[in-house]
Nanobody, 124 residues
Framework: QVQLVESGGGLVQAGGSLRLSCAASGPTFSDYVMGWFRQAPGKERQFVAGISQGGATTIYADSVKGRFTISRDNAKSTVWLQMNSLKPEETAVYHC?????????????????WGQGTQVTVSS
């Protein structure tokens, strides 16, 4: 069983940056597609970014393209989400997730394992 622990959330002013980290347990991290999702109160959990097993392929929600970057280091069993030019409407709990499959999915239900989430608050 893979366990995921996010860190790096906090309070940032609009236009600022945060770098979220997700540390995974176990030696099989490279078998998993990884994704970042966010959920604001009253809204459905939404896809933010995903990365393939080897890190060669990434996909992003249209709303974050050009501002966010997902990356991974399988030797460190860690995935990151670099978030730049943050907007107040992006205030949410950010979760990392692992999917035991070959292809990146944008659907939360396709991910098998979830971290506890880290709060990101963007103030104006």
């Amino acid at each position: 069983q893979v366990q995921l622990v996010e860190s790096g959330g906090g309070l940032v002013q609009a236009g600022g940056s945060l770098r979220l980290s997700c540390a995974a347990s176990g030696p099989t991290f490279s078998d998993y597609v990884m994704g970042w999702f966010r959920q604001a109160p009253g809204k459905e959990r939404q896809f933010v970014a995903g990365i393939s097993q080897g890190g060669a392929t990434t996909i992003y929600a249209d709303s974050v393209k050009g501002r966010f970057t997902i990356s991974r280091d399988n030797a460190k069993s860690t995935v990151w989400l670099q978030m730049n030019s943050l907007k107040p409407e992006e205030t949410a709990v950010y979760h990392c997730a692992a999917r035991g499959a070959l292809y990146i999915s944008t659907t939360p239900g396709d991910y098998n394992y979830w971290g506890q989430g880290t709060q990101v608050t963007v103030s104006s």
